[in-house]
């Protein structure tokens, strides 16, 4: 019997506050495990005629799935936010998208039938599990030459990346990055981060329990000169610093995705409807170039051209990650579709959580912005990956 | 000087408190949602983890009241709120520095800076919340109770203001605040009803559904919900709303049925429950000032009185030297378990196979001779399992396992791969005797052999086995699901190994053990029969039976004398007491009458309306030397302190403290007689009839 899919909303999501990693960072002694469980508790929450028992899934990324990010992190979630024992969960990784490809996969089996409502999300808890923490590379990539060096070094590949792209210059990347500050600056003045944030307990044996109730990266006043002088670790006189790319950061984030038919029975508003997605694969040591093919894939599949997008929420790994995609597709450095509430060079990136932060904000402007049709949320991905998905704003005004 | 000004310079200039484990007062601002406003956030932390529970000494105490300083000198607040560290939100005063108190003026020093520094909390210019989050008891609640609001998680295990059972009152707010908060007959609850019942706690849903918290988290995200509930309240989206108390005949009520039960059980002989019931009752009519004042009093005296050193001294033997029992050897020579059998299927049988079967987790065998009775046994057991299933209290799937566990054979050859094989056959040495040679034939050598005997040697019921060192001594207390104590009895030729797995086994079994000398009766029926004899012979000489049972009352026993026969059974009171006469006949003499009673197969005294039975009155009647209540209680009294003296210096127990801990225990003497021995020194029999005291002076009383 021929199967019909069925087509796929994106409810609601939310998230921690990001946070600094480190010994002196906001979570620096909160367990991954307890932000991603207070994320999903909330989305919960603030979606009161869901029952709990018709979640048919949880989907958890994390990188590094050990400690307190391991025991299969999805089941253990859902258990310990009190989730239903008979609603099951699993854990997911695909580092820097993991969250995106949590929504991608489990959205995948909703169209296909096998799911009405999931949760899908991420967590990354980078001062507990610092990247690579644990891992054990085949001496056969190096042997049989399989991957650069650089490889596995995500600053090394930024590097590589400026190499490709000579015309995408250290000053380019700066100036990208103070407006990706500024731009958080202003969303946060305006009171467009705010709603997707989940305040969330915090404590210190020092300081005692406080609670986070906004992103500690940003830094608002970020000028070009304060940008100059950083260092570029990654090799003497690189175009790539601490100033340019996002930070090593700790967060969760977690969404509701939902069969149309099912949302509207149960009366979740959704947001925005899944049209598709794509991930593609490129050479490890030029990871970042990866939204490239992603997108080119994602676009021609739909018979679209980036024309037809009016909004891009791409993930910023390093500035020049993004220069190259907008260089590539003939976008202007400081359009407006892209990022317009600035990015993670700002507000962090903790790595598999990130893909559902670029969902909430772009499904936040689908809403502000009724003109616009088609969204991408878009992010590259260690080991030489890209992957984009493709929005339809639900509320676009051609519809009606 | 102010009291905190007092103590300021007191820790300054003295080494005092100088092992206090300090809980600090963390400040930390936070962002309340909604633009509430900002939150100082006190969290109690001592630093340690879970295992080590915050505590107020003088010193926590100060810390807290420069967090409030720091606090009321800032405009910029909009509210304060008060959390613990992680499972703890603070389990009360530190009670390590109350045996060095030794004066009034210094006792009301105590009382006062509690109060001084915790009232502030309800008089700030901003509104004071109290969150929770994890076991509160004592101190910690009445922090909660000063503050303007309260929340609770719902996975707060234990609640309690156990003050009372101690021996002091929860005299920090406690006796004042919470009767105003929730009525006198909730607090009466809280305060003097749960310490009685062996000092219950609530859980964070009960103290919710008392009145105490005004909302109820769950644990998951308590303190973020808690929070946001604050921002509600503040932004006036939340109004909390609390049932009106009534200050009238409800209230003067409970108070007076409070000390109708108070008097049934105690007659008055705790200090702490009377005091806190009068704090109740006055607390209605007085201001905050009378009211916390009235508490310093009460403080003051009870830091003071024997009662509460014996209470700490009974806490402390039972949280301590009931966990490290004295003379118990290495736990490392103890063997593994993985098989009990139990000879003989009665209803003992079922019940010691059950609790194996439960808290050991693996098979069970019970023997009997007689299919009959062996189906009646195991049917027993699996039927306490099914009531345990309709309860709740096991899942199907562990009764199921529990069923499987518990099975029945009419031979011993089922005992073959047995570790430990328990005998709860009748109580006579030959038959004890042939059924522990059965089962020799049937077990390896390193297979324990138990006896639950209450009175018969260990080392003779050994004697004519193979394997001698092999064979402990294994006394429970009835009902012994419930009671928490084990006589572990080691025989003349118990070796260590078979001594360290009954330690072992009796450990998992989540009893509380003490090791006892191969000795008549063993420690608890030694002393209950002692006390029986006595009071049993004032009766023989002519003494009416309610006057011999009131004898006793001033002490606060769980029950006069004749209603625990009643309990034992008589039959097996007059059994214990022969052997005991057997070895000690000036001691525990036979009492023809007695005997008759017995005979006449008379299950008590009582009627059951509670009424003597007069043909229990006419069997013991006859005597013509009646003694008065005071003279019967100094006989009784004057016996205890012998026996035990002879029992130490018999080499019974290894201390004074053990014999404490078995009738704490095993007989649920009250903490405020420290079980016994203090109660024995500090009235002055000791001495008198023991040839001195059992106790340094300081260890359970107040050092003079």
Same mark, same amino acid.
């Given at each position: 019997?021929?199967?019909?899919?069925?087509?796929?909303?994106?409810?609601?999501?939310?998230?921690?506050?990001?946070?600094?990693?480190?010994?002196?960072?906001?979570?620096?002694?909160?367990?991954?495990?307890?932000?991603?469980?207070?994320?999903?508790?909330?989305?919960?929450?603030?979606?009161?005629?869901?029952?709990?028992?018709?979640?048919?899934?949880?989907?958890?990324?994390?990188?590094?799935?050990?400690?307190?990010?391991?025991?299969?992190?999805?089941?253990?979630?859902?258990?310990?936010?009190?989730?239903?024992?008979?609603?099951?969960?699993?854990?997911?990784?695909?580092?820097?998208?993991?969250?995106?490809?949590?929504?991608?996969?489990?959205?995948?089996?909703?169209?296909?039938?096998?799911?009405?409502?999931?949760?899908?999300?991420?967590?990354?808890?980078?001062?507990?599990?610092?990247?690579?923490?644990?891992?054990?590379?085949?001496?056969?990539?190096?042997?049989?030459?399989?991957?650069?060096?650089?490889?596995?070094?995500?600053?090394?590949?930024?590097?590589?990346?400026?190499?490709?792209?000579?015309?995408?210059?250290?000053?380019?990347?700066?100036?990208?990055?103070?407006?990706?500050?500024?731009?958080?600056?202003?969303?946060?003045?305006?009171?467009?981060?705010?709603?997707?944030?989940?305040?969330?307990?915090?404590?210190?044996?020092?300081?005692?329990?406080?609670?986070?109730?906004?992103?500690?990266?940003?830094?608002?006043?970020?000028?070009?000169?304060?940008?100059?002088?950083?260092?570029?670790?990654?090799?003497?006189?690189?175009?790539?610093?601490?100033?340019?790319?996002?930070?090593?950061?700790?967060?969760?984030?977690?969404?509701?995705?939902?069969?149309?038919?099912?949302?509207?029975?149960?009366?979740?508003?959704?947001?925005?409807?899944?049209?598709?997605?794509?991930?593609?694969?490129?050479?490890?040591?030029?990871?970042?170039?990866?939204?490239?093919?992603?997108?080119?894939?994602?676009?021609?599949?739909?018979?679209?051209?980036?024309?037809?997008?009016?909004?891009?929420?791409?993930?910023?790994?390093?500035?020049?990650?993004?220069?190259?995609?907008?260089?590539?597709?003939?976008?202007?450095?400081?359009?407006?579709?892209?990022?317009?509430?600035?990015?993670?060079?700002?507000?962090?990136?903790?790595?598999?959580?990130?893909?559902?932060?670029?969902?909430?904000?772009?499904?936040?402007?689908?809403?502000?912005?009724?003109?616009?049709?088609?969204?991408?949320?878009?992010?590259?991905?260690?080991?030489?990956?890209?992957?984009?998905?493709?929005?339809?704003?639900?509320?676009?005004?051609?519809?009606? | 000087?102010?009291?905190?000004?007092?103590?300021?310079?007191?820790?300054?200039?003295?080494?005092?408190?100088?092992?206090?484990?300090?809980?600090?007062?963390?400040?930390?601002?936070?962002?309340?949602?909604?633009?509430?406003?900002?939150?100082?956030?006190?969290?109690?932390?001592?630093?340690?983890?879970?295992?080590?529970?915050?505590?107020?000494?003088?010193?926590?105490?100060?810390?807290?009241?420069?967090?409030?300083?720091?606090?009321?000198?800032?405009?910029?607040?909009?509210?304060?709120?008060?959390?613990?560290?992680?499972?703890?939100?603070?389990?009360?005063?530190?009670?390590?520095?109350?045996?060095?108190?030794?004066?009034?003026?210094?006792?009301?020093?105590?009382?006062?800076?509690?109060?001084?520094?915790?009232?502030?909390?309800?008089?700030?210019?901003?509104?004071?919340?109290?969150?929770?989050?994890?076991?509160?008891?004592?101190?910690?609640?009445?922090?909660?109770?000063?503050?303007?609001?309260?929340?609770?998680?719902?996975?707060?295990?234990?609640?309690?203001?156990?003050?009372?059972?101690?021996?002091?009152?929860?005299?920090?707010?406690?006796?004042?605040?919470?009767?105003?908060?929730?009525?006198?007959?909730?607090?009466?609850?809280?305060?003097?009803?749960?310490?009685?019942?062996?000092?219950?706690?609530?859980?964070?849903?009960?103290?919710?559904?008392?009145?105490?918290?005004?909302?109820?988290?769950?644990?998951?995200?308590?303190?973020?919900?808690?929070?946001?509930?604050?921002?509600?309240?503040?932004?006036?989206?939340?109004?909390?709303?609390?049932?009106?108390?009534?200050?009238?005949?409800?209230?003067?009520?409970?108070?007076?049925?409070?000390?109708?039960?108070?008097?049934?059980?105690?007659?008055?002989?705790?200090?702490?429950?009377?005091?806190?019931?009068?704090?109740?009752?006055?607390?209605?009519?007085?201001?905050?000032?009378?009211?916390?004042?009235?508490?310093?009093?009460?403080?003051?005296?009870?830091?003071?009185?024997?009662?509460?050193?014996?209470?700490?001294?009974?806490?402390?033997?039972?949280?301590?030297?009931?966990?490290?029992?004295?003379?118990?050897?290495?736990?490392?020579?103890?063997?593994?378990?993985?098989?009990?059998?139990?000879?003989?299927?009665?209803?003992?049988?079922?019940?010691?196979?059950?609790?194996?079967?439960?808290?050991?987790?693996?098979?069970?065998?019970?023997?009997?001779?007689?299919? &009959? %009775?062996? !189906?009646?046994?195991?049917?027993?057991?699996?039927?306490? #399992?099914? $009531?345990? /299933?309709? *309860?709740?209290? =096991?899942?199907?799937?562990?009764?199921?396992?529990?069923?499987?566990?518990?099975?029945?054979?009419?031979?011993?050859?089922?005992?073959?791969?047995?570790?430990?094989?328990?005998?709860?056959?009748?109580?006579?040495?030959?038959?004890?005797?042939?059924?522990?040679?059965?089962?020799?034939?049937?077990?390896?050598?390193?297979?324990?052999?138990?006896?639950?005997?209450?009175?018969?040697?260990?080392?003779?019921?050994?004697?004519?086995?193979?394997?001698?060192?092999?064979?402990?001594?294994?006394?429970?207390?009835?009902?012994?699901?419930?009671?928490?104590?084990?006589?572990?009895?080691?025989? &003349? %030729?118990? !070796?260590?190994?078979?001594?360290?797995?009954?330690?072992? #086994?009796? $450990?998992? /079994?989540? *009893?509380?053990? =003490?090791?006892?000398?191969?000795?008549?009766?063993?420690?608890?029926?030694?002393?209950?029969?002692?006390?029986?004899?006595?009071?049993?012979?004032?009766?023989?000489?002519?003494?009416?039976?309610?006057?011999?049972?009131?004898?006793?009352?001033?002490?606060?026993?769980?029950?006069?004398?004749?209603?625990?026969?009643?309990?034992?059974?008589?039959?097996?009171?007059?059994?214990?007491?022969?052997?005991?006469?057997?070895?000690?006949?000036?001691?525990?003499?036979?009492?023809?009458?007695?005997?008759?009673?017995?005979?006449?197969?008379?299950?008590?005294?009582?009627?059951?309306?509670?009424?003597?039975?007069?043909?229990?009155?006419?069997?013991?009647?006859?005597?013509?030397?009646?003694?008065?209540?005071?003279?019967?209680?100094?006989?009784?009294?004057?016996?205890?302190?012998?026996?035990?003296?002879?029992?130490?210096?018999?080499?019974?127990?290894?201390?004074?403290?053990?014999?404490?801990?078995?009738?704490?225990?095993?007989?649920?003497?009250?903490?405020?007689?420290?079980?016994?021995?203090?109660?024995?020194?500090?009235?002055?029999?000791?001495?008198?009839?023991?040839?001195?005291?059992?106790?340094?002076?300081?260890?359970?009383?107040?050092?003079?």
């Amino acid at each position: 019997m021929p199967r019909t899919a069925r087509d796929v909303v994106f409810v609601d999501g939310v998230r921690t506050p990001f946070g600094k990693a480190g010994p002196k960072g906001l979570y620096a002694e909160t367990r991954a495990d307890d932000l991603v469980v207070r994320a999903i508790r909330e989305l919960m929450r603030r979606n009161p005629s869901l029952p709990p028992e018709r979640v048919d899934e949880v989907a958890i990324a994390a990188t590094t799935q050990t400690g307190d990010q391991g025991l299969t992190i999805g089941r253990s979630a859902a258990v310990l936010a009190g989730l239903p024992k008979s609603v099951p969960g699993y854990a997911i990784d695909r580092m820097c998208a993991g969250a995106m490809t949590a929504v991608t996969t489990t959205g995948a089996g909703i169209s296909f039938g096998s799911y009405d409502v999931v949760i899908a999300g991420g967590v990354e808890h980078m001062g507990r599990h610092p990247m690579g923490e644990g891992v054990d590379p085949n001496p056969r990539f190096l042997a049989d030459r399989l991957v650069d060096p650089s490889a596995l070094v995500m600053g090394s590949t930024a590097e590589n990346l400026h190499d490709r792209f000579p015309g995408i210059t250290k000053e380019r990347a700066d100036a990208y990055a103070v407006r990706s500050q500024q731009k958080v600056a202003a969303a946060y003045a305006a009171g467009k981060i705010q709603p997707d944030l989940v305040p969330t307990a915090i404590r210190s044996v020092e300081k005692g329990y406080g609670l986070a109730t906004a992103d500690e990266p940003p830094r608002p006043g970020t000028t070009l000169e304060d940008l100059a002088k950083l260092k570029t670790p990654f090799r003497p006189h690189g175009n790539v610093t601490a100033g340019n790319a996002a930070g090593l950061n700790d967060g969760a984030t977690a969404c509701l995705l939902a069969a149309e038919d099912v949302a509207r029975e149960l009366g979740l508003a959704p947001k925005m409807r899944l049209v598709d997605f794509s991930f593609a694969g490129v050479e490890p040591e030029v990871m970042g170039v990866g939204p490239v093919p992603a997108t080119e894939k994602l676009l021609a599949r739909n018979s679209l051209t980036m024309d037809d997008i009016g909004l891009i929420e791409i993930n910023e790994a390093f500035a020049v990650q993004v220069l190259a995609f907008l260089e590539h597709f003939k976008i202007a450095d400081d359009d407006a579709r892209v990022n317009p509430w600035g990015g993670a060079i700002a507000l962090g990136h903790p790595l598999a959580s990130s893909g559902v932060r670029l969902m909430n904000q772009l499904a936040r402007l689908f809403e502000e912005r009724t003109d616009v049709r088609y969204g991408l949320t878009t992010m590259c991905v260690g080991m030489g990956m890209g992957g984009t998905v493709l929005w339809e704003n639900v509320n676009w005004e051609g519809a009606k | 000087m102010s009291t905190v000004e007092t103590w300021r310079s007191l820790l300054a200039s003295e080494d005092r408190n100088a092992d206090e484990v300090v809980t600090h007062a963390r400040v930390r601002d936070v962002e309340l949602p909604f633009g509430a406003g900002t939150l100082a956030l006190i969290t109690l932390d001592n630093g340690f983890d879970h295992t080590k529970p915050s505590t107020f000494g003088p010193r926590g105490l100060l810390a807290l009241n420069d967090a409030l300083d720091q606090i009321e000198a800032r405009d910029d607040l909009v509210a304060v709120g008060v959390t613990g560290k992680p499972f703890i939100f603070a389990v009360g005063a530190d009670l390590n520095g109350v045996p060095s108190v030794r004066d009034k003026d210094e006792a009301r020093l105590v009382a006062r800076l509690g109060h001084d520094v915790f009232r502030r909390l309800g008089e700030l210019s901003v509104p004071s919340f109290a969150y929770y989050n994890g076991a509160a008891m004592g101190g910690g609640v009445e922090i909660g109770l000063h503050c303007t609001y309260r929340t609770i998680s719902a996975g707060v295990p234990a609640f309690a203001l156990p003050e009372a059972f101690l021996g002091l009152v929860p005299g920090w707010g406690g006796t004042y605040l919470l009767p105003n908060l929730v009525g006198a007959e909730k607090a009466i609850k809280v305060v003097i009803d749960n310490p009685l019942a062996q000092n219950r706690m609530l859980r964070g849903k009960q103290a919710y559904e008392l009145g105490i918290a005004d909302a109820i988290f769950e644990s998951a995200d308590f303190l973020e919900e808690s929070l946001t509930w604050t921002a509600r309240v503040l932004k006036g989206e939340i109004e909390v709303t609390r049932p009106e108390v009534d200050k009238g005949k409800a209230w003067d009520d409970a108070v007076a049925l409070a000390r109708w039960n108070l008097d049934g059980k105690l007659h008055g002989a705790a200090p702490s429950y009377v005091r806190a019931i009068e704090l109740i009752a006055a607390a209605k009519d007085r201001s905050r000032d009378e009211g916390f004042a009235a508490e310093d009093e009460a403080l003051a005296d009870l830091i003071l009185s024997d009662e509460l050193r014996a209470g700490l001294y009974a806490f402390d033997l039972t949280q301590k030297r009931a966990k490290k029992p004295a003379g118990a050897p290495a736990k490392e020579l103890a063997r593994k378990v993985t098989k009990v059998g139990v000879v003989g299927a009665g209803l003992m049988a079922s019940q010691l196979a059950l609790l194996f079967a439960r808290r050991l987790e693996v098979p069970v065998v019970l023997t009997d001779l007689d299919q &009959e %009775r062996l !189906d009646k046994g195991v049917g027993y057991a699996h039927g306490e #399992v099914d $009531k345990l /299933l309709a *309860k709740g209290r =096991v899942s199907a799937d562990k009764a199921n396992r529990l069923k499987a566990l518990i099975t029945g054979s009419l031979t011993k050859d089922a005992f073959a791969d047995a570790d430990f094989v328990i005998e709860a056959v009748f109580e006579e040495m030959s038959v004890k005797q042939k059924v522990f040679a059965e089962v020799e034939e049937h077990v390896s050598p390193e297979c324990v052999l138990a006896t639950n005997t209450s009175s018969l040697s260990v080392s003779e019921m050994a004697s004519k086995l193979a394997h001698p060192e092999r064979v402990v001594g294994f006394h429970f207390f009835n009902p012994v699901a419930v009671l928490p104590l084990l006589e572990i009895v080691r025989g &003349e %030729r118990t !070796d260590d190994a078979a001594l360290a797995t009954a330690f072992a #086994v009796g $450990k998992q /079994l989540k *009893k509380s053990s =003490v090791l006892v000398k191969d000795a008549p009766a063993f420690v608890v029926n030694r002393i209950l029969l002692r006390l029986m004899a006595e009071i049993i012979q004032t009766v023989d000489e002519g003494t009416p039976i309610d006057v011999a049972e009131r004898a006793a009352a001033p002490l606060g026993l769980p029950m006069p004398p004749f209603v625990l026969m009643g309990l034992v059974g008589p039959a097996i009171a007059l059994h214990v007491n022969e052997t005991l006469h057997g070895k000690f006949p000036e001691r525990f003499p036979l009492s023809e009458k007695f005997a008759k009673f017995v005979a006449a197969g008379k299950r008590g005294v009582y009627q059951p309306d509670f009424t003597l039975d007069p043909e229990a009155v006419a069997l013991f009647g006859g005597g013509t030397n009646p003694s008065t209540e005071e003279q019967v209680l100094e006989r009784a009294l004057n016996g205890l302190a012998e026996e035990i003296r002879i029992m130490l210096d018999e080499g019974v127990v290894a201390a004074p403290e053990d014999i404490d801990l078995c009738m704490i225990l095993g007989a649920g003497w009250p903490f405020h007689l420290g079980g016994i021995t203090p109660y024995l020194d500090r009235a002055g029999i000791a001495e008198k009839a023991a040839g001195g005291r059992f106790l340094e002076p300081g260890v359970a009383s107040v050092s003079r």
